[in-house]
């Protein structure tokens, strides 16, 4: 092999590339927060309970829009505060906790790799396959739960397959088990347990009939962690707030009664997109293989159980939503990076499939924008798909004679195509910035009125926007209940979708916002008029 193909592994085989990694995983995050705002509604609710729980200085019983929010553990809301408590409220903060846990996820993953037996250099690559995937990426820089979430459980894992005392690895399990489920809940022990009652299976150790007592205690230790806060929360929080918590967010999502019910194979064609970009390069793919008589072979059954257990519990499990499966792309991480460290570079192999997959979204997305629904085509920008034709076209010359630089090329790329896809969407973003009406309701708040939201099922996408200290009030999406409300706040302001609100107002007293793919309009009730077939609403007094 010429100079020219080795260099690619030597710089595999550098000890500093992972710093390197480090380094673009936090580019990321930083141009996350630069380029786009704090999405609604998923994004915009956590910030704002946990703005909430800031104002409240209460830490236990966590507030949506002034009412009990069972729907999440404490764990997030607990370092963005923990956060503005050292920088002050700000909300650059909470957009670099998931950037920070990535790292932190990665860098458990290659301690994983190392205790197991892999090389260092396996232990590397696999750093640089899950930094690669496209969904590990996205979510790196999303304020959501399951990049924390699988961060904690890798830090279990790592715990249990260590080298040291066993009994300051049993304290790890429990630690890092425990600040997994005030993360997201019992949903890691989906993950968790498989790992743990096969532990006899995978363990290249000798037979040691203290070690699984003492991780099962861990685990149950684990448990109580979360249990306590539970018990004692739902002590605080009310009945209403118990039956929520203790109930619904746990044996309701076994039923048909849960949010996002998908039949039980929903998952199997989910797959392929879970391991992008990956997936469109098959060499990578070829997981079975034992490629090397030094792969630790008990060890690649931790990585199959890992990686399938989860998956056909999941299935099992009635809500389902592609990020859930987060916990199983380390694993898979770590088995394609076997294959990738091993692979025998005997020809050039070419990016054709990834070059026509950009080449055709790019095309997808021009065609929306010159023929398709004008509400849509509004929040594409040509820019972006010029730009991914040059990634497509990039992609369709390079020849790549080793495995070391199609990781290589995978991280950047994916790098590249997240960067481009923000920039194809930048004229959505100003139709999801909940700083303008935010800025507007906060100073109604400060002028005295009184606030409702028109429509059901407000998520509280506004209080952190706003910096609001008052909950918004809720009126149904009936115009006798907007009448009712009128007549107890006469000089009271709603805010609410344009097409809900009823059409007969007063135009220059209202403000619209675009919003989504439609308009969000604040006015006083006052210069409303509301009547039905049945009534006429009687102007307040």
């Known amino acids: ?65 002034g009412a009990p929010y069972a729907d999440k553990p404490p764990l997030l809301f607990w370092l963005i505060n923990l956060g503005w408590g050292v920088f002050g409220v700000n909300d650059w903060w909470p957009r670099l906790i998931m950037p920070l846990a990535s790292l932190l996820g990665l860098f458990q993953l290659r301690r994983i790799a190392l205790n197991l037996g892999y090389e260092a250099r396996t232990a590397r690559m696999a750093l640089l396959v899950l930094m690669s995937m496209l969904m590990w990426w996205l979510y790196s820089a999303t304020l959501m739960f399951d990049i924390l979430l699988t961060t904690c459980l890798l830090g279990a894992v790592a715990a249990l397959t260590g080298t040291g005392v066993l009994r300051r690895r049993a304290i790890g399990v429990t630690l890092w088990l425990g600040l997994a489920l005030l993360a997201k809940g019992p ?17 290249e150790r000798p037979a040691d009939e ?31 707030y118990a039956s929520n918590l203790l109930w619904h967010q746990s044996v309701d999502r076994l039923e048909q009664v849960a949010d996002h019910a998908r039949p039980f194979w929903w998952y199997l064609p989910m797959l392929p997109v879970l391991l ?48 859930y499966l987060m916990p199983i792309l380390p694993p898979l991480a770590l088995l394609i990076a076997e294959v990738l460290t091993h692979s025998a570079p005997a020809q050039r192999r070419t990016l054709r499939v990834p070059a026509i997959a950009l080449f055709a979204t790019g095309a997808l997305a021009l065609i929306v924008k010159m023929v398709g629904n004008a509400e849509l085509a509004a ?16 992609a369709a010359v390079i020849r790549l004679q080793t495995t070391a630089a199609a990781t290589l090329l995978a ?34 708040e400060h002028q005295g009125h009184p606030v409702a ?53 007063v135009p220059a007293l209202a403000q619209d916002f675009p919003w989504r793919s439609r308009m969000l309009r604040v006015m006083p009730v006052s210069a409303l008029q509301i009547a039905t077939p049945f009534f006429l609403c009687p102007e307040p007094l």
């Open 210 to 240: 203290r070690r699984p007592l003492m991780f099962w205690l861990a685990t149950v230790a684990a448990l109580l962690i979360l249990l306590g806060w539970a018990l004692s929360s739902a002590w605080i929080g009310g009945d209403a």
């Open 187 to 203: 949903a890691v022990m989906l993950s968790w347990l498989p790992i743990l009652v096969t532990l006899p299976l995978w363990s």
């Open 379 to 394: 929040m594409l920008s040509l820019h972006g798909v010029w730009l991914l034709w040059v990634l497509a076209a990039a």
């Open 453 to 505: 939201w028109y429509g059901r099922n407000y998520q509280a996408s506004f209080q952190f926007a706003g910096r609001l200290t008052t909950p918004l009030q809720t009126i149904d999406s009936r115009p006798a209940d907007l009448c009712h409300w009128r007549q107890d706040h006469p000089d009271g302001w709603v805010i609410g979708d344009s097409r809900q609100l009823p059409s007969l107002y």
């Open 411 to 444: 991280m950047i790329g994916t790098a590249s195509l997240t960067l481009i896809l923000t920039i194809m969407m930048a004229p959505l973003w100003p139709r999801v910035d909940t700083q303008r009406p935010g800025a507007l309701l906060s100073q109604l």
């Open 276 to 323: 992008l970009p990956w997936s469109l390069w098959l060499p990578a793919l070829k997981l079975w293989r034992r490629n090397s008589p030094a792969t630790p072979r008990k060890a690649r059954r931790l990585l199959w159980v890992w990686a399938l257990a989860p998956l056909v519990l999941f299935s099992l499990v009635s809500g389902k939503q592609a990020h």
């Open 1 to 65: 092999m010429s100079g020219r193909g080795q260099r690619p592994d030597r710089l595999i085989d550098h000890p500093g590339l992972p710093w390197g990694a480090l380094l673009l995983v936090w580019l990321a995050g930083v141009l996350s927060f630069q380029l786009r705002p704090i999405m609604p509604i998923d994004e915009t609710r956590y910030i704002s309970v946990a703005w909430e729980m800031w104002q409240s200085g209460q830490w236990w019983v966590a507030h949506m829009n």
